[in-house]
C-alpha cells in the first residue's frame, strides 16, 4: 500500500518517492509510488493536481488495494520522480474541509443535528444534515460558534488509533472503517475519524460563512465557505448587486425593495395590457369581419399580425364567434418564430387541421389540433403570407 506522506504532514508541498508501476489507463498512464503527498478524491475531498516528474497529475485516485494511483497522460522518465502539489487548490481544499468539521460539530453542539454527508466543490463545499428542516435562528448559532473556535486558533492534530481505543473517543459520528483509525481532533471541540488535510490551527480555516440552504432528500443541505473563498463569494456577490443597485440607480441596501416594487409594477401593466389586449381584438375582430370577403355562405377573415403572440390571435378568434359564421386564418410573426392559427364558427364543417398542416410545411414547421382549430408553429417568417394563401386556397377547392 501506498504510504500516505499527507497524513503527517499536511503541509508537504514536495516529495521523491519510488516508482513501483506504470499501467495504461484511460488515454494516459497510471503510476504507482511506494509514497505520495498527493491526496486521492475521497471521503468528499477532491484529488489534488500538480506535477509528477515532467508530467502533469490528470487525476489522483484510490485503488482496490488501497494505493494511491496518480494518472498523468505520458509516461514519466524518471524512476524516482519527484512530486510537487498545487498547493493553492490543496490549502484551499484544507480550509474547507477543516471548516466542515467546526461546522458539522457546532450544529451538533447548538442543535442536535447531525452531519450524514459532505462534498467539496470547486466555488462552494456542503453538507447535509440529518432534519427536514432549519430555521435562521439555528443557522446564526452556529456560524458565531464555528467562527469563536476558528479565533481561538485551536489546534487540529491527527493520530492513528487502535480499534478497542475507539469506542473512549467520543467520535461525532461512527466510523464503519475496520482496523486502526486515523482520528483527527480539535481541541476540545470536535473528534472525528478522517483521512482528509486539515490546516494545524483553526484560525488558519480564516472564517466559515453559511452561504444558503436548501431541502434536499428529506435533508437539510448547508452550502458554505471558508478562508479565501469568503473573499471570492463577496466579491461576487457584490458585483452582482452592484449591477442591478445600478440599473434601478439606487444604493445596495434599497436594491430588494426597489426590485419587489418593479416585480408588483409589472404585474400591474400585464393585467392592464391583458384587458386592453381583450378590447382591441374585440374591436378588430369586428372590423375584420365586416372587411372579409363572403364564401359560401361565410366570411373568410384571413390576416397576418406582425410583432405578435398567439394569444392575441386566440382573442381575436374568441371575438369573431361573436360576428357570425366565420373561417379564421390567421398569422402573426415575432422574433423570428411564425405560427398560424386555424379556426371556424361552430356551424362550419371545414377541415382546418388538413390546411394548417399544409401550411406548416410552407414555414418549416408542425403543428395539429382539431378540423375545428388547429395551430402550428415554424421558423421561415417570410413564407407566412404564402402559407396562409396556400390554406384559404386549400379550403375553397
Ligand atoms: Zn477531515
Redesign the pocket.
Known amino acids: 500500500m501506498t504510504e500516505r506522506l499527507y497524513y503527517n504532514n499536511s503541509y508537504l508541498k514536495t516529495f521523491v518517492a519510488k516508482r513501483l508501476s506504470s499501467t495504461p489507463k484511460n488515454h494516459g498512464i497510471a503510476i504507482i509510488l511506494d509514497q505520495t503527498a498527493f491526496y486521492p478524491t475521497s ?1 468528499g ?1 477532491p484529488n489534488d493536481r500538480g506535477r509528477l516528474g515532467d508530467q502533469e497529475i490528470l487525476d489522483v485516485f484510490e485503488d482496490d488495494n488501497g494505493n494511491v494511483v496518480h494518472l498523468v497522460s505520458h509516461e514519466i522518465a524518471s524512476e524516482q520522480p519527484t512530486g510537487l502539489i498545487d498547493w493553492e487548490r490543496r490549502h484551499d481544499h484544507m480550509q474547507q ?2 471548516g ?2 467546526l461546522l458539522s460539530q457546532a450544529f451538533l453542539t447548538t442543535g442536535r443535528l447531525n452531519t450524514v454527508g459532505f462534498h467539496l466543490g470547486s466555488d462552494y463545499a456542503t453538507i447535509d444534515l440529518d432534519t427536514d428542516s432549519i430555521c435562521p435562528a439555528q443557522l446564526d448559532l452556529a456560524e458565531k460558534l464555528v467562527n469563536e473556535i476558528v479565533s481561538e486558533n485551536r489546534n487540529v492534530s491527527s493520530r492513528i488509533v487502535p480499534p478497542e481505543e475507539v469506542p473512549q473517543l467520543g467520535l461525532r459520528k461512527e466510523s464503519q472503517r475496520e482496523g486502526p483509525l486515523r482520528i ?1 481532533s480539535i481541541e476540545d471541540f470536535d473528534v ?1 475519524a ?3 488535510t ?1 490546516v494545524k490551527q483553526t484560525a488558519e480555516i480564516g472564517g466559515v460563512v453559511i452561504r444558503k440552504t436548501e431541502r434536499v432528500n428529506r435533508q437539510v443541505r448547508v452550502e458554505f465557505v471558508c478562508g479565501n473563498r469568503i473573499l471570492k463569494a463577496h466579491r461576487s456577490d457584490s458585483e452582482n448587486l452592484t449591477a442591478v443597485a445600478r440599473q434601478f440607480s439606487v444604493g445596495l441596501a434599497e436594491a430588494p425593495e426597489r426590485v419587489e416594487k418593479q416585480i408588483q409594477e409589472n404585474k400591474y401593466l400585464r393585467k392592464k395590457l391583458q384587458e386592453k389586449n381583450r378590447v382591441l381584438a374585440g374591436l378588430l375582430a369586428r372590423e375584420l369581419y365586416r372587411l372579409a370577403r363572403e364564401q359560401q355562405g361565410l366570411k373568410l377573415v384571413r390576416e397576418l399580425f406582425e410583432d405578435e403572440d398567439t394569444e392575441f390571435l386566440k382573442l381575436i378568434i374568441q371575438a369573431l364567434h361573436d360576428q357570425g359564421p366565420f373561417i379564421a386564418l390567421l398569422g402573426c410573426r415575432r422574433g423570428g418564430q411564425a405560427n398560424l392559427i386555424f379556426s371556424q364558427s361552430a356551424s362550419s364543417r371545414f377541415d382546418l387541421r388538413e390546411a394548417l398542416v399544409e401550411s406548416c410545411k410552407l414555414i418549416e414547421g408542425k403543428g395539429g389540433g382539431a378540423k375545428s382549430m388547429a395551430q402550428g408553429g415554424g421558423r421561415k417568417v417570410d413564407q407566412l403570407e404564402a402559407a396562409l394563401i396556400l390554406a384559404e386556397q386549400k379550403i375553397l377547392s
Do not use: D, E, F
Request: glycine residues 24%.
Open positions: 471521503g475531498q474541509h477543516t466542515q468539521h483527527v472525528s478522517c483521512g482528509g486539515h
